[in-house]
Nanobody, 122 residues
């Protein structure tokens, strides 16, 4: 069983940057596909980015070119670097892990963190 703990959220002005971290424990981190999702108030949880075991990446169109997902298997940590933030990026951000095939669907992720709030002011 994998435990995931996110950190790095906060309040930032539009155009600013944040770096989210997600520390994993209790499993073999390198064997997991890792994803970031977000959920804004009144909206469904949506895919943001994912990184494979060999660090291939995929992004939602809404964050492509602004966000970067990366992983450090030695530190059991996945990161989400967020630049040029917009008010519409405001949400609770969750990291998740799966051993399933590469997927952007939250239904296929088995383990979730508790989330970290990101608020972007205009």
């Amino acid at each position: 069983q994998v435990q995931l703990v996110e950190s790095g959220g906060g309040l930032v002005q539009a155009g600013g940057s944040l770096r989210l971290s997600c520390a994993a424990s209790g499993g073999t981190f390198s064997s997991y596909i890792m994803g970031w999702f977000r959920q804004a108030p009144g909206k469904e949880r949506e895919f943001v980015a994912r990184i494979s075991r060999i660090s291939s990446t995929r992004y939602a169109d809404s964050v492509k070119g602004r966000f970067t997902i990366s992983r450090d298997n030695a530190k059991n940590t996945v990161y989400l670097e967020m630049n040029s933030l917009k008010p519409e990026d405001t949400a609770v951000y969750y990291c998740a892990a799966t051993t399933s095939s590469l997927t952007t669907s939250s239904e296929h992720y088995d383990y979730w963190g508790q989330g970290t709030q990101v608020t972007v002011s205009s």
